[in-house]
């Protein structure tokens, strides 16, 4: 007989006197009786009674060893009967386009019952008792009776997790099919295998193997967890991934980390050199979303948008609202003069569904060799694309024309492409284009009007050329100095801004720059306005969204708001510089809080320390049909009055103009 005291450090594989496999203990004997199942600290527990087999002075020691013996194969059952029972349900989270402003997609987690509600637990459990196989068949099967029951039919694909092993096993491939998921009325181009890693990959081989067949079927891979566990190079290189997720402990705190940085960014660009999209995950702030579309991330997932819900459901309109804010404001600088689409759309040719044959279609390709697409309408709407290179692919060979004959053109046309508003700006247009799958690459992009209807068509070789151009025009307009737009884009926002109900104009300004330049010399000088532009770069965060840095030269910049600026805001900026300037001078000067140095007339003075005045206009006092240069004189103007404040005081201010256009009166603090 082993001593109880034994099996504390002993693993002894046995049989109970019920036959049933024991993970740790000893034989159980006939003096063993089961009792009710009970549950104790929120874990399933079935308690065992020994007989005389134990002495009765080592009764402390039976009764933990008999519970822990039970409550290793009590979890075996509770498992089973929570896949047999069908107790698993799915939960549906959202990814997002950023770049477009919509949900792009739902990952489909499973969710159980306590105590192995968690997918992490019973995913644990699984593998603990060698149901990872059942497991997971339960929890696909789940997503996809919810995806039955809660799809809108709106294009939105769905993140299905499975692991190496499962996606290897030849089981797999027989149960899921295109055929078998007809049944719940979803095709294989909107499901994504999501390839998960907490167990290394046992054979590479039947993975790669396995990865081909699927894909040839139509489904996309993603990889899971990129950047942690074993989702490695050779994984990576084996499964060639559509997405990569980048893994939550990379994403969290971004924003703060240059070496997370560093690594975010490699990514992005080795996903755009081998054509796969970057989805990060687990996002939960907004400084780390911001950092994260800086870097050219443009899919995400995380708390900060939705958790798992038991439908698909999109964010709330004010989260969606924020974040096509950010991304506007971040890719702001495309906005210029002549990004708009509407000069380059060419009408193209169209055909309404149920208009013409293949065959018509067919006879029209080769009559007119010109011709390189069609869009297919429904109504108004674009419906299909129909490409020269994709139809006759699709007709050739011994049986296809035979097969596509007599069909409608729209059986032979794509239902995915990319359909982009003809205000969007080509900039963004192009990285959206080279984004999507290689036979896709290079197929025009189709332009719609803001009700969704067709427009024309843009092709490849115009976004390229003019993206060249835009870029060649950037760099010119932009100062040199701080990087920062320059005085084109101004007049283009200030322009764009007139269109709105509100909007602010802050022109900013340094006093005594010229003296700080002349003493310090221009090296320093440099330094100071760098500073300047990273102050006001900082208090971005305290103005409206969507507010846009210029610089017009010198010491000069110009912020335009969308609606009002509050005091605060501007207070903040003022004392942000204030606080931070005293680096840009000596500890004597500092503690003096002035300079020696030679003013405008020559004569040798006492300076103050360079200070920052913010005139701000708001359009409520501005002449509705003012030209966007007067608008830049007038908020320029008010810089003397400004100036008069910080001399006399001392510290950087602001000024709001209180006066109606067409009104005399003064301005006001």
């Known amino acids: 007989m082993i001593h109880p005291e034994e099996v504390k450090c002993k693993s002894i594989p046995l049989k109970s006197g019920k036959g049933a496999l024991c993970r740790w203990g000893v034989q159980t004997g006939p003096g063993f009786h089961r009792d009710i199942l009970q549950k104790r600290n929120g874990t399933c527990v079935r308690r065992l009674h020994c007989g005389a087999s134990v002495p009765a002075d080592k009764a402390e020691g039976r009764t933990e060893m008999t519970s822990f013996i039970v409550q290793e194969k009590s979890h075996d059952l ?20 950023v770049a477009e402003g919509k949900v792009y997609g739902y990952e489909i987690l499973s969710r159980g019952m306590p105590p192995m509600e968690s997918p992490l637990d019973l995913l644990a459990a699984a593998r603990e008792c060698g149901m990872l196989w059942e497991a997971e068949r339960a929890c696909r099967r789940a997503a996809l009776e919810g995806i039955r029951r809660c799809d809108t039919g709106e294009g939105a694909r769905y993140f299905l997790n499975v692991s190496p092993g499962v996606l290897s096993d030849p089981r797999f491939r027989e ?14 181009d909107r499901i994504v295998l999501e390839l998960t890693e907490n167990l290394p990959v046992e054979d590479y081989g039947k993975l790669e193997e396995s990865v081909a067949w699927f894909r040839k079927e139509g489904f996309s891979l993603a990889l899971d967890d990129v950047g942690s566990g074993y989702s490695g190079l050779r994984t990576m290189a084996v499964s060639a991934p559509d997405f990569f997720k980048i893994d939550m402990e990379i994403v969290r705190g971004v924003a703060g980390d240059p070496y997370k940085k560093h690594v975010v960014r490699f990514l992005c660009s080795f996903a755009a050199t081998v054509g796969a999209k970057i989805i990060a995950e687990g996002v939960e702030n907004w400084e780390d979303m ?33 974040l096509s804010a950010m991304y506007a404001e971040l ?37 007119n060799r010109t011709l390189d697409h069609l869009v297919v309408l429904d109504g108004d709407l674009p419906a ?7 139809f006759f692919l699709q007709t050739g060979g011994a049986f296809g024309y035979q097969l596509f004959q007599k069909r409608p053109l729209e059986e032979a046309a794509k239902k995915e492409f990319l359909a982009v508003p003809v205000f969007s700006p080509v900039s963004t247009l192009a990285k959206l284009a080279m984004e999507r799958r290689q036979d896709d690459l290079y197929d025009p992009v189709v332009v719609v009007d803001d009700r969704g209807c067709f427009l024309g068509t843009v092709t490849m070789k115009q976004i390229i050329s003019r993206s060249t151009e835009l870029e060649v025009e950037r760099v010119r307009s932009c100062n040199p100095l701080s990087g920062l737009p320059g005085n084109n884009h101004i007049r283009k926002w200030i322009g764009d801004a007139r269109k709105e109900s509100l909007f602010s104009l802050i ?22 306005i760098n500073f300047t532009a990273t102050i006001l770069r900082e208090g971005l965060d305290e103005l409206p969204e969507g507010t846009r840095l210029g610089h017009i030269g010198g010491d000069d910049f110009v912020l335009v708001c969308p609606g009002k600026v509050s005091s605060s805001a501007l207070d903040a900026i003022c004392d942000a510089f204030d606080r931070k300037k005293g680096l840009y001078f000596s500890r004597e000067e500092n503690a003096a809080g002035c300079y020696r140095a030679t003013d405008r007339q020559g004569a040798v003075c006492s300076v103050p320390l360079v200070t920052l005045s913010l005139s701000v206009i708001e359009k409520d006092n501005l002449d509705l049909c003012a030209h966007p240069a007067v608008i830049a004189e007038k908020a320029a103007s008010l810089k ?30």
């Open 78 to 97: 509770f498992l089973r009967e929570l896949l047999e029972k069908g107790r698993i349900h799915p939960v549906f989270q959202p990814i997002l386009d």
């Open 175 to 188: 149960l899921f099919t295109p055929e078998r998921l007809k049944p719940y009325e979803i095709s294989p």
């Open 290 to 322: 911001k950092a994260l579309l800086e870097l050219g991330v443009h899919y995400a997932q995380g708390f900060l948008f939705a958790r798992p819900q038991k439908e698909p459901a999109p964010p709330p309109d004010h989260v969606m609202a924020r």
């Open 331 to 367: 890719n702001g600088d495309d906005h210029m003069v002549g990004e708009g689409l509407r000069a380059l759309v060419i009408k193209g040719t169209a055909a309404r569904k149920g208009q013409m044959s293949c065959e018509d279609l067919e006879q029209l390709l080769r009559k």
């Open 384 to 390: 299909g694309l129909i490409t020269r290179q994709s």
């Open 507 to 528: 022109y900013c300004d340094l006093d005594r720059f010229k003296e700080y330049n002349d003493r310090h010399g221009f090296l320093k000088g440099d330094e100071l």
């Open 640 to 669: 003397h009055a400004v100036k008069r404040i910080t001399a006399a005081e001392r510290r950087s201010s602001w000024l709001i103009d209180r006066r109606k256009a067409g009104v005399s009166g003064e301005a006001e603090q």
